[in-house]
């Protein structure tokens, strides 16, 4: 059974920096797109940024010039690096990975806080 493991939030106030992390296990083949989504509180899940094994990329308008994904393919492991970071990007992050069989798997989600 696949499994998305996130780690690195927390707490960091505005202007801050800070890089998730989400680690894929259990899996018998290479994840096609890994990528993160957010929900704030009392909205719906969004898009932040995913990335194809191949490299390339695609970015929500709010995380553009802000956040940074890349992957780790021989690990399965993909990142978000977050910088200036504002009150409205608090939310809850999942970890998100498609196969090539189009199977689709989610983390259980990580808080971010951005407040002073």
């Known amino acids: 059974q696949v499994q998305l493991v996130e780690s690195g939030g927390g707490l960091v106030q505005p202007g801050g920096s800070l890089r998730l992390s989400c680690a894929a296990s259990?899996?018998?083949?290479?994840?096609?797109?890994m990528g993160w989504y957010r929900q704030a509180p009392g909205k719906g899940r969004e898009l932040v940024a995913t990335?194809?094994?191949?490299?390339?990329?695609n970015y929500a308008d709010s995380a553009k010039g802000r956040f940074t994904i890349s992957r780790d393919n021989a690990k399965n492991t993909v990142y978000l690096q977050m910088n200036s970071l504002k009150p409205e990007d608090t939310a809850v992050y999942y970890c998100n990975a498609w196969n090539y069989y189009g199977a689709g798997y989610w983390g259980k989600g990580i808080l971010v806080t951005v407040s002073s």
């Open positions: 259990g899996f018998i083949s290479s994840m096609n797109v």
């Open positions: 990335m194809t094994e191949g490299g390339s990329t």
